[in-house]
């Protein structure tokens, strides 16, 4: 699978990970890396999810900067000389996910440059990053966890104010329209993120009438198709020095760690 990796720049930790991070990391920057098959939606990140149950680490870069990510994509990064020196990887601290959260971060590229992290049940710490930059308008999982988190902000232990911003529309197709993940979970009836078979087919559906009959409604590419502007999006932000090329092996990597 070729990602996206996106480079979110803390601005503000948590009280708990600023606490569990010390002066762990020296003078670097530190990035959470969220892993995206979507660049184009961009412009509508909200919010960025991690697991709550899964274990991150803050890798050293390089010298001026830090990636937070599982162990797992850390090593990855080595492989593919995105972590340097090449095929090395330094831990500089340990941080659960339940520490992230609530932690003010950059979301490039988004009309809402400010974002803040927030718990989702369905991250899987066997995928991607573990970190998964969230478009409420565009994929149903980010939406429904959006609207749980909304109601339920005390049983998920997070501030109202972090999870304010309403879902921006970044493409339009003729079947959902501008919106197509709020579409979606209201045409099969979803209720919560626990809904997981539903949600599946709604991310099935949702992405292959985007790529296929999209338009995008935002950004430099506004107008263009999704398909066409994707690669464009990806690499206005790799240029930007935003985002960088993350391959996930099939199989091998996945298994050894799960
Ligand atoms: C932003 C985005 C915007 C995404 C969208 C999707 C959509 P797939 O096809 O199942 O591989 N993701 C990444 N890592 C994880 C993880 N560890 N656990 C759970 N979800 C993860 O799905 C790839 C997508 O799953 C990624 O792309 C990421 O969310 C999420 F409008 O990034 B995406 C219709 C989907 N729309």
């Not at 010390?22 to 184009?40: N, Q, S, W």
């Not at 339009?172 to 919106?179: K, N, Q, R």
């Not at 809904?195 to 107008?223: P, R």
């Amino acid at each position: 699978q070729e990602y996206t990796g996106v480079k979110m720049e803390v601005l503000d930790w948590s009280p708990a990970a600023k606490e569990a991070i010390g002066d762990k990391v020296g003078g670097r920057k530190v990035f959470l890396v969220a892993a995206t098959l979507r660049p184009e939606t961009m412009y509508g990140q909200t919010n960025c999810f991690v697991g709550t149950g899964i274990k991150y680490g803050v890798f050293a870069a390089n010298d001026k900067e830090a990636f937070v990510c599982t162990l797992r994509a850390a090593r990855n990064m080595a492989f593919q000389g995105t972590i340097t020196p090449r095929g090395h990887i330094e831990q500089l601290a340990e941080l659960d996910g339940s520490k992230i959260i609530g932690t003010k971060i950059h979301a490039p590229f988004s009309v809402n440059p400010q974002v803040y992290v927030l718990p989702m049940d369905n991250v899987l710490p066997t995928k991607g990053t573990g970190v998964v930059t969230s478009v409420p308008s565009e994929s149903p999982d980010d939406y429904q966890t959006l609207m749980d988190l909304r109601k339920k902000p005390e049983y998920y232990k997070i501030d109202p104010a972090w999870a304010a911003l309403d879902p921006v529309p970044v493409l339009s197709t003729p079947t959902y329209g501008e919106m197509s993940a709020p579409a979606l979970i209201k045409l099969l009836k979803i209720q919560s993120q626990k809904d997981t078979k539903q949600l599946v087919e709604a991310k099935e559906l949702t992405y292959k009438e985007g790529f296929y009959n999209g338009t995008m409604s935002i950004g430099e590419f506004k107008g263009v198709s999704v398909q066409e502007a994707k690669p464009k999006v990806r690499e206005a932000m790799i240029n930007a020095g935003v985002a960088f090329a993350y391959a996930e092996p099939e199989g091998l990597v996945i298994s050894r760690s799960a």
